[in-house]
Structure formats: structure tokens, C-alpha cells
């Protein structure tokens, strides 16, 4: 059982990444999935989930409503988080987790990435 985030980078504020959540060793629209992020000094954030089973809801923090939007594609066994908008305190090392649970809650989440860093500076 293994998540992989992968995406991150360096952007200019107002820019746009797209992160991606690649799982192997099991079936990610069998679980709840969800984006966190740390920024250096802070907690671990929950920023953004997606049911399990085509249930299609969503979570997004306040922070990030309007500018992220996560998705799925069952096909390629992953979960997208597309990033709009991007500010400067939207820089920190970018985390998806999976769980049987899913909500904003990073201790429902059991299966984890190893991060992907997102700069957003000019």
C-alpha cells in the first residue's frame, strides 16, 4: 500500500499547480481521500477531501475555497488537486493521505505520501 504525491514546484503568486495523488497496492476510490499541507512552523492543515465510492462530496478549508478544486480519476487510480490562485501563504510541503473515515482530520488518515513542496514566491 503506497501513496505518492508528486506536482509541486515553484510558481509566481496569481499561478497555477496541479498536485497528484498516485496510489498502488490498492483501489483509491475505495477511500476517502485528502490534501494536507505544513507549512514550516504550523501544523498540519487539512485543506481539501473527497469521499469514498463515488460518493462525490468534497471538504475544502476556507483557506483554499474557490481556488482548489479536487477530483478523481478512478482510471488512472488518482486524486488531483487542481491550485488556482495561488498565494504566497499557500507555500508548504503538500501532503494525501488515504482513510476509511476522510474528513479534515489528519489523525483519520491512515495511509500517507511522502509530500510534495509548493513554492509561491516571485
Known amino acids: 500500500v503506497q501513496l505518492q504525491a508528486s506536482g509541486g514546484g515553484l510558481v509566481r503568486p496569481g499561478g497555477s499547480l496541479r498536485l497528484s495523488c498516485a496510489a498502488s497496492?490498492?483501489?483509491?476510490?475505495?477511500?476517502?481521500v485528502g490534501w494536507f499541507r505544513q507549512a514550516p512552523g504550523k501544523g498540519r492543515e487539512g485543506i481539501s477531501c473527497?469521499?469514498?465510492?463515488?460518493?462525490?462530496?468534497?471538504y475544502y478549508a476556507d483557506s483554499v475555497t474557490g481556488r482548489f478544486t479536487i477530483s478523481r480519476d478512478n482510471a488512472k487510480n488518482t486524486v488531483s488537486l487542481q491550485m488556482n490562485s495561488l498565494k504566497s501563504e499557500d507555500s508548504a510541503v503538500y501532503f494525501c493521505?488515504?482513510?476509511?473515515?476522510?474528513?479534515?482530520?489528519?489523525?483519520?488518515?491512515?495511509?500517507w505520501g511522502q509530500g510534495t513542496q509548493v513554492t509561491v514566491s516571485s
Open positions: 473527497v469521499g469514498s465510492f463515488g460518493g462525490g462530496e468534497t
Open positions: 493521505a488515504a482513510s476509511v473515515i476522510g474528513g479534515s482530520a489528519a489523525t483519520n488518515y491512515a495511509y
Open positions: 497496492g490498492f483501489r483509491l476510490d475505495h477511500y476517502a
